[in-house]
């Protein structure tokens, strides 16, 4: 099996354009005990249909009101995107996590509402939001896979069946994606391993 990472698929489209190179999360009701973490290092990245999520994402700086979700098959879904983790921690200081506006396209409240937001007791406690830096590729081509029950749930990680595409391509060219990984370890007072 491959693993999967469920992000709204505004997102999965951000980072598949090399909009962004993190992802915010605080995890799913159905993440056990444990809690959410980023135990993959490579995952691929399943998109999710939250049609709110419009108005909680920007485009360039703007915040994407008026704009259509692309379309969606209940059927099937398309996997077109893989990520490669290379960093990950848990964020507690909400002024360095709102310095990383510029690595993301998530509205400032969805950054105070997951900050904040205890998936546990499914209230507000628990201050903090995981984080992750990753390098992002395209599937060439995408894969589309008939939608399954196993694939719903409000959690973070899914199993698809294994997906070995005929290409992967950066998304980002090294360059760019070095100085985007500079930068997030600058403003976050980190260094890479």
Request: glycine residues 10%; aromatic residues 10%.
């Amino acid at each position: 099996m491959a693993k999967a990472f469920k992000e709204w698929a505004l997102v999965c489209e951000a980072l598949g354009r090399g909009e962004q190179s993190v992802i915010l999360r605080k995890g799913g009701i159905s993440e056990g005990k444990s809690g959410f973490g980023f135990d993959h290092d490579d995952f691929f990245l399943f998109p999710t249909w939250y049609h709110g999520q419009i108005d909680k994402v920007r485009a360039n700086g703007v915040r994407m009101t008026g704009a259509a979700l692309p379309d969606q098959d209940p059927e099937r879904i398309t996997v077109s995107y893989m990520a490669t983790l290379e960093w990950a921690g848990r964020i507690g200081d909400k002024k360095a996590l709102h310095s990383l506006r510029e690595l993301h396209v998530l509205d400032d409240s969805v950054i105070e509402e997951r900050f904040v937001y205890d998936t546990r007791s499914g209230s507000l406690g628990g201050e903090g939001i995981n984080l992750a830096f990753v390098r992002v590729f395209r599937l060439e081509p995408s894969v589309v896979l008939p939608m399954e029950e196993a694939f719903g749930g409000c959690r973070s990680w899914i199993d698809l069946p294994e997906i070995e595409p005929s290409a992967l391509v950066s998304v980002l060219s090294d360059e760019e994606h070095r100085r985007r990984r500079d930068r997030f370890a600058e403003l976050l007072g980190i260094s890479f391993g």
